[in-house]
């Protein structure tokens, strides 16, 4: 279900109104109001070499009976990576998906680099009951030596890599102060197993995932 389109008179917008309350998307043109599943959307973020695509195969199994583990990088590509205001296009068409999605039923889980500014105040943001933020980090040289053998293709060269080492300082020092905050979840010296464990826990609460020892 496209949450942009209405379902009585066909008029499509790119500000959604939604009252919270129903939770409803009301059309500005013909009055429809269109009740919809409003989830929250847990993103795994973080900067590039701190372990977002390896986690988000082990999770894949863990939670797919009821969550969607979502990859950012796939939409990588051509006009998506148009670069006005924070990437705007790729950060919408993202949460455009992620509410159709939802509709399912079950909620999303992306992993990817995103932090809250380039979220939340996005109009499509109101399609969402909660954007939860878990951001993984590395000390910096275990940081630069992971991006260093990289292969060729991804095009991490040190002037490259010296940006993101200042990307993953900014992090560290504003995700308590962002709005909303961001955890952070330090993934330098500890198994790949263990930290999907860790998001798995943060994502639903639970103490450990299915088929887990202690």
């Known amino acids: ?9 066909g ?4 500000i959604p109104v ?16 269109q009740p919809f599943l409003r989830r ?4 795994v973020t973080g900067p590039s070499g701190t372990g977002k695509s390896t986690i988000a195969r082990l999770l894949t199994p863990w939670l797919a009976d009821r969550y969607v583990v979502l990859e950012q990088d796939v939409l990588w590509l051509g006009g998506l990576r148009d670069p006005a205001d924070d ?5 919408s068409t993202w949460l455009r998906m992620i509410s159709m999605i ?8 992306l992993c990817g680099t995103v932090v809250p500014p380039e979220f939340e105040p996005l ?14 980090t590395c000390d910096p040289e275990v940081l630069a030596e992971r991006l260093r053998v990289r292969p060729a293709w991804r095009g991490w060269d040190e002037p490259r890599i010296a940006e993101m080492l200042d990307y993953a300082a900014w992090i560290d020092e504003a995700a308590a ?10 993934t330098t010296r500890t198994p790949v197993e263990a930290t999907a464990a860790a998001v798995y826990t943060w994502i639903t609460g639970e103490d450990r995932p299915p088929g887990q020892s202690v």
């Open 1 to 9: 279900m496209n949450l942009l389109i209405c379902a009585r008179c």
């Open 102 to 109: 939802h509709q399912s039923g079950r909620p999303a889980v």
């Open 123 to 136: 109009p499509e943001r109101a399609l969402f009951s909660e954007i939860r933020y878990l951001s993984l």
């Open 87 to 91: 990437h705007r296009l790729f950060r």
């Open 177 to 186: 102060e962002m709005a909303p905050p961001m955890a952070l979840l330090d």
């Open 18 to 33: 939604v009252d919270p309350d129903g939770p409803v998307v009301c059309c500005i043109d013909c009055g429809h109001r």
């Open 40 to 43: 929250p959307l847990h993103c």
């Open 11 to 14: 008029a499509r917008t790119d």
